[in-house]
């Protein structure tokens, strides 16, 4: 599944993907801004022991691409 | 973690610092108090002891600004627009009811002040309900990218704020006493604004994040920072003989309970509804984030506002209009937080009605 949360401010980016994981729907790939909102999703991954690649999606963003280890 | 432990530590050390050389007590860092002071050197409001330019707070966007450059997170966006600007003022009106911003806050509970401890009970408050206002479904949009140009706004002005400190030309207000008087020598200020500015656009510091994420979340991550900016300044403050434990006599501070929980309880609700407290709005307002820079401008109306018309908390407590100032603030924020229900309310019994 796709999921577009650029733009959003905190602590929104992270409530989403948080809601997506829940909902099952991995592998998630996330476009973020940078900055806050992509680290804290990163980190988020990282702690629910998800696998994290990305790569640049311009326009200062970025696709995460969450899937499950 | 540890390197949000290190940058609070670092922020609570320079905070220390300041007040050593010159700035107000348990006032190292207050961005409340310090845009009140820019409001004042400003000719905003006519309130004599403060009024000054405090330099802090342009080291911090500066200082923000370009290490987001070097880290190609400088970038002009926008897109909330009014929004920010009433959660700003909103900020500030709750801000100087209590006299300080969530920085000054935990400066003020590092220094020994029992009134701060009531005050991070009503942030606490705040931000459980700005929580509920996002579980609720409260969503402020999007902020889209703008064009280059807006995202230097902010630093121009930052930079113009300077050099009327640096000038001090005739119509900019510099007090001759009170707190606005008491300030660190300006490069020092600046400095330590500067530094302030790239570690918390690195570490993304933000004092209400950390509460309420670990509310939201369960993540502590941001509360790190909190606790290593207490931990240093109460070091810093036991050593230089500045502990001062108790509720009475303190330092720019009142002991009216209801309106220090009230007045932060205000602030919390507001950070969280505005995406961050008033030190990370300074922060993004350096990345080029517009809705940032209207919740600045926000915090400066309100603070012009606030001692235009008597709002202000003061060592004697909170004159009428300043309560009635942070009720109304309240109720502000729960339309703001909470008023996507009436709407949704609304629809479904036009359609029962259909």
């Not at chain 1, 949360?5 to 973020?32: N, R, W």
């Not at chain 2, 860092?29 to 310090?34: H, L, R, S």
């Not at chain 2, 012009?304 to 202000?312: E, K, R, V, Y």
């Not at chain 2, 309560?323 to 339309?335: D, F, H």
Request: glycine fraction near 14%.
């Amino acid at each position: 599944m796709e999921l577009d949360v650029t733009g959003l401010s905190c602590p929104m980016p992270v409530v989403k993907v948080k809601e997506a994981i829940e909902a099952g729907k991995l592998p998630l790939q996330v476009k973020v801004s940078a900055g806050a909102p992509r680290d804290n999703v990163k980190r988020l991954a990282q702690k629910m022991g998800l696998a994290v690649a990305e790569k640049p999606a311009g326009a200062g963003a970025y696709w995460l691409e969450l899937n499950a280890r | 973690m540890l390197f949000l432990i290190i940058v609070g530590v670092i922020i609570g050390a320079l905070a220390i610092l300041l007040t050593h050389l010159g700035n107000p007590a348990n006032m190292g860092f207050c961005i409340a108090c310090f845009l009140r002071d820019i409001a004042g050197g400003l000719g905003l409001h006519r309130a004599g002891v403060v009024q000054y330019l405090r330099p802090e707070i342009a080291g911090l966007g500066l200082g923000a600004m370009a290490v987001a450059w070097l880290k190609g997170e400088f970038r002009a966006r926008g897109g909330v627009g009014l929004l920010r600007f009433v959660l700003g003022f909103a900020m500030m009106i709750g801000a100087l009811v209590f006299l300080g911003c969530p920085l000054r806050m935990v400066l003020r509970l590092a220094g020994g002040d029992l009134n701060a401890l009531v005050g991070l009970l009503g942030f606490v408050c705040g931000i459980y309900v700005g929580v509920l206002a996002l579980k609720s479904g409260y969503n402020p949009g999007r902020a889209y990218p703008q064009p280059r140009g807006t995202a230097f706004i902010y630093p121009v002005v930052l930079a113009a704020l300077l050099a009327a400190v640096a000038l001090r030309p005739q119509f900019i207000f510099f007090s001759a006493e009170g707190p606005g008087s008491m300030a660190a020598p300006v490069l020092a200020s600046l400095g330590a604004g500067l530094v302030v500015g790239i570690l918390a656009q690195r570490s993304r510091l933000c004092l209400a994040g950390g509460i309420r994420d670990m509310i939201l979340i369960r993540d502590p991550h941001l509360l790190w920072g909190f606790t290593g900016i207490f931990a240093a300044a109460l070091i810093g403050n036991i050593a230089l003989g500045k502990f001062n434990l108790g509720f009475a006599n303190q330092p720019i501070a009142h002991t009216a309970h209801l309106w220090n929980f009230l007045g932060l309880a205000v602030v919390g609700f507001a950070a969280v509804l505005a995406g961050g407290c008033p030190l990370r709005q300074l922060i993004m307002a350096g990345e080029g984030d517009t809705d940032a820079v209207l919740t600045v401008l926000g915090m400066v109306a309100g603070a012009a506002f606030a001692h235009n018309f008597g709002l202000a908390g003061s060592a004697a407590g909170v004159a009428p209009a300043g309560r009635v100032a942070v009720l109304v603030a309240l109720a502000v924020l729960v339309l703001i937080g909470f008023g996507h229900r009436l709407q949704a309310k609304a629809r479904r019994s036009e359609k029962e009605v259909a």
